[in-house]
């Protein structure tokens, strides 16, 4: 056997993660700086906690975990046959077989059966035993049919989408025993089966900060603060774009097209990919009359500063009360902010896939370079947490990419050069034959209490050569060769391996020099 | 709807994550003490990567996703017909509708076919399209061979059971970069569909040191010293338990039932809940002759020193190859190895479920308390990678339970005090209005630069009591109001919460006074 990974995964050895792990700790770092908590949600969540937020196509992309055991035992069959037959499918169910059973009992028609006009919850008590015997008329050639209407029935559980909702759901269940307003930080992976390409992963993390409770704009400001500081660290020049979902809103309003917000929204976030006629086409399309359509194309040619798109903006949005309040929260921003790493930059366009976002939206990109796919996400949702039931909890908060940094900070050689030479151990025991080894051990474990890593090479080898080479390997800085008169004397020779040189040391004398190294 | 999440997993709050993070911290530490070097693997892996690994019961605990897509296409028809007649059960899928088209089609008769002897892959590019029949054919209610049958196909991934197959899986395919002997540890969630109890749970955390590619008894050593360090500095007093495989392989021998060695594994493995009565009944119920069993039962009752078993042990084994070979290796831990927190026993009868041990293999439970699950387990394996197509790599490691260490220590109450009572923010900034907000801000980011953890209170209130309840209830030690004076001067009134004390400050003097603490 071959041994492989699904398509989308990576593993990560030693070296990647001191890159990831610099980054993470960048993250961390500043995520606390700024008062968020950590929390931690479960991988598995019920296929209901997630299923529905992330719209049509997201839900797609959401991996289902099989039931265990006997799955297929929950298909509903008789008492519990009426789930399937809401199905408004449930008509191709009625097969020639069916029909007979289902007249008989009902006394009703061929016809008014085919027809449809037959109140299915009904005759479900009725049917009882015999319902078993629909099911196992079913074709199974009619898989695509088949396949989403089992897949409802043996995946209670799906693997994580992200790490807002399932901190929304968190909040619901904890809101008794949190201190509102919360925030918290969260850092762990999540999986989408997406078509797997240069930046996008079928498994990658998340590191989320959010303030819930609050509809206060300075934790808007906070989480500009905050980003500004990661990436300056993390020296990362980035374009951080922003938007307010109002404004969005306004435009729908304005050109009377309310009900095709969602459809705005998608179209004009295509404005990168498929240009302005393409744009066109699309609101055209979608049922947009071609006045409005005409309204709208000012917008999509914004240029200048920010103070002069917000100038246009105001033309456009004249006294709509909700455009009116978009702009007032974006003036609040840009004449509060204050980035150093960051060029911040409105972009009406803006409008980022989910559907909860309400407030400012954001999205990051690396400023350089020609590899700029987006690095972090975020906005204020106003009412996330009303579909789990409890509702009026504004709140706010950013996803840093973390897969997606690493490789921005890959192409642009961006990763401190210590970090790939430092290894963890700080010195190796190399030796001679099995009484030198066993005495290395003794040594070792001094420099462990003085919390000094050190490795002795587990095997006896008379050649010291290739003990060296393992320290080579390894990037281990220092080696110590014990022999017998080391053994004797007590005075041990430490070889540093960048310097080439060597010098005669007692072990109190090497603990003192590690330590500082540390 | 009333959200809630899957049985068996948790979420984590913060002041649960500042108790599972020092728990990680310690043990991380240690890795890195001993050289062991991080890596991750992804959490889906190829169900093939994973199933056959754990023995029969593992395999149904292995969570396993649902393929994308319309994955009952996936199911073997017609011209892929092949992979399901390669089932040993297939037999079973000869229905009477199949029987005349097989006949017709073979030219065998109704018995040679139903008594199996016919070449199925023979008959599929015969059968072609019409084996589409055979499925439509299948009885729905034949459900448990049925999803057993299906779930093959609707699965090409699985969630990661435990990091030790995925280590191995990692090793191989990395085998010519890696430097060995090669020291790795891993820290991340495993999934098993196991009955959810007190200390089981279905999502936890394994924590693994493993070194591979080096058959040295020092490595075995270094563990004990790891796992004793790691125990000692979480304060945790264990009994480290251990025994060696080829022990068992030797009582195998001794009794002539090498072919039951799994089998006497087991049932040793189950003295503690059984007892000897239930030892003895099950192995002559696995076919063990009664004075073979005889033979066996004076290891049941093995009392004494580590040195007392050894000899006892010794006159057991006799002449035996593998027994004193296990016995030396079991004689040099005893002899080198030196630990503190650890009481170390040798255990004859701990087997540990994992086919894959085949010498020393390790058990850790607390010394103390009424909860004493295993904490810890390990062991050597010669030959884990074979199965990958990389043979002879000697391995051993050992895997902290994270979320039972944590289950023990509240028992034990062994957490430091601190931890709960630390919040990672220093000081809260209080105001009673906007302009005194967006001066709080200002000071912030200034506390911020100089690594200072602090947040504003987002929301404007006159309520200087709710924002003081806020940073109480986070456990943030200073408060600072600011009011105008303290605008217009420059000077803050330092509130220490956990005195009642204040005193007036400079905003360096409150940057020197917070770094200190740090």
Same mark, same amino acid.
């Given at each position: ?132 015997? *629909?099911? @196992? ?5 009619? /898989?695509? &049919?088949?396949?989403?209407? $089992?897949?409802?029935? =043996?995946? #209670? ?73 990661? *990436?300056? @660290? ?5 374009? /951080?774009? &922003?938007?307010?979902?109002? $404004?969005?809103?306004? =435009?729908? #309003? ?89 060029? $911040?930059?409105?972009? =009406? ?91 290395? $051990? ?77």
């Amino acid at each position: 056997m071959k041994p492989s990974i699904p398509r989308g995964t990576r593993d990560f050895g030693p070296a990647e993660m001191q890159k990831r792990n610099f980054i993470f700790s960048v993250v961390k770092k500043n995520f606390e700086l700024f008062g968020y908590e950590p929390i931690e949600t479960p991988t598995m969540e019920n296929s209901e906690t997630l299923l529905g937020k992330y719209g049509e196509e997201g839900d797609k992309l959401v991996f289902r975990i099989l039931d265990s055991g006997e799955f297929l035992e929950k298909i509903p069959l008789g008492e519990q046959g009426q789930k399937v037959l809401e199905s408004p499918k449930v008509e191709s169910f009625i097969t020639d077989d069916l029909l007979p059973i289902l007249t008989e009992e009902t006394g009703l028609t061929d016809e008014e059966i085919e027809a449809g006009n037959i109140d299915f919850n009904k005759i479900v008590p009725i049917l009882g035993e015999k319902f078993i015997h *629909f099911f @196992e008329n079913i074709k199974m050639s009619d /898989l695509s &049919f088949f396949s989403n209407e $089992i897949v409802r029935y =043996i995946t #209670e559980k799906a693997l994580r989408y992200d790490l807002t909702v399932p901190f929304a759901r968190y909040v619901v269940m904890n809101q008794h025993n949190l201190t509102f307003p919360f925030k918290r930080y969260q850092i762990q992976p999540v999986w989408r089966a997406d078509k797997p390409q240069k930046g996008r992963y079928r498994e990658f993390y998340q590191c989320d900060a959010d303030i819930i409770g609050s509809n206060s704009l300075i934790n808007e400001l906070d989480l500009i603060s905050l980003m500004d500081k990661s *990436f300056s @660290e993390l020296k990362i020049p980035v374009l /951080l774009k &922003f938007n307010n979902r109002k $404004i969005l809103s306004s =435009i729908a #309003e304005i050109i009377n097209a309310k009900d095709k917000i969602v459809e705005i929204t998608i179209a004009i976030d295509k404005l990168d990919k498929i240009g302005k006629d393409g744009v066109v086409k699309e609101l055209t399309e979608k049922g947009i009359d071609a006045s409005s359509v005409q309204k709208l194309t000012p917008l999509f040619d914004f240029k200048g500063s920010n103070a002069d798109k917000v100038k246009v903006l105001k033309t456009f949005v004249g006294e709509n009360e909700i455009g009116k309040k978009g702009i007032e929260e974006i003036e609040y921003l840009l004449l509060n902010s204050n980035t150093s790493a960051a060029e $911040i930059e409105l972009d =009406i366009t803006l409008a980022r896939g989910l559907n909860y976002y309400t407030g400012t939206i954001f999205e990051v990109k690396a400023n350089a370079g020609t590899f700029t796919p987006s690095i972090l996400g975020g906005g204020r949702y106003d009412d996330l947490t009303g579909i789990f039931g409890l509702p009026n909890m504004s709140g706010v908060g950013i996803s840093f990419g973390v897969d997606r940094i690493y490789d921005v900070m890959e192409e642009l050689n961006l990763f401190p050069e210590s970090i790939s030479k430092t290894s963890s151990t700080k010195l190796l025991f190399a030796h001679f034959d099995e009484s030198n080894r066993d005495y290395c $051990i003794s040594l070792a474990n001094e420099l462990r209490k003085n919390n000094i890593s050190c490795e002795v090479y587990p095997d006896v080898t008379k050649k010291v050569a290739k003990q060296f080479e393992y320290a080579d390997k390894k990037n281990i800085p220092f080696v110590c060769v014990i022999g017998s008169n080391e053994m004797q004397n007590k005075r041990y020779m430490l070889k540093d391996m960048s310097k080439g040189t060597q010098e005669e040391m007692s072990l109190e004398d090497i603990i003192n020099k590690l330590s500082g190294q540390a």
